[in-house]
């Protein structure tokens, strides 16, 4: 593929963007980072969609929320199709939503595990099975995945076999999903952060246990910010990255190299 410049290729001009559990943390940074290289927006999650659709709007860029927990089995197809009633195509999927679950493997509560499941791995297929017909009839698309270091290292110190299982389970549908629909010009690739400065992972950050333990394994010795994050997820969903499918990004400071 060609393009007028290297710079122009990271551009989304002209695209269709649906980001799960786009409201906040990572997910938000992805909106905001898809809407400066021009993309549609469309965002959902359970809730705080005014708050992020009047942030990215300020902004400049052209957002709809969509509410949906997608955690529910028929929400996938319902936002696919409210997606594709609105702009007429989807060209980029990002499933972000995701939840962390810790606790010891010997007495997990069983509803927590599926609760886990569901929304990490049940959900994500879902969404990609949503999207893929669309996506086949436009010629193409791209799906990026949230995936996590914790799919790649069992990192320590707390106990979350649940949780890596999980992203584990993402990684491997990645790289499965992207031998099945090269063909159809669809491109599938995740991106995998480490230790992000977010809702999710403050809890770690500030417990005087855990925090030691994350800098001290982190070569670069900090937490990442949901932007790097950003940065990454939309090289995977613009034509820089056109001759990459399969791919699980690590974004995670160099945790993976100890």
Known sequence: MTTSSILDRFRLDGKTALITGGTRGIGLAIAHAFG????????TARSGGQAAEEELQ?????VKFIQADISDPAAP???VAQVIGAAGRLDVLVNNAGVAIHGD???FPDEELRRLMNLNVDAVF???????????????????NMGSMSGVASNIPQNQV?????KAAVHMMTKSLASELAADNIRVNAVAPGYI???????GIENPDWWPIWRDMTPMGRVGQPDEVAAATLFLASPASSYMTGTVMLVDGGYTTR
Request: proline share 2%; hydrophobic share 35%; with cysteine.
């Open 162 to 166: 649940a949780y890596n299982s999980s």
């Open 105 to 107: 493997s010997a007495d």
């Open 77 to 79: 197809r319902s936002i």
């Open 36 to 43: 400066e290289a021009g993309a549609r927006l469309f965002i």
């Open 126 to 144: 879902r969404c990609c099975q949503a999207a893929i017909p669309a996506m086949r009839t436009q010629g193409g698309g791209t799906i990026v």
């Open 58 to 62: 300020a902004a400049g860029y052209e």
């Open 197 to 203: 400065q977010t809702d999710m992972s403050q809890g």
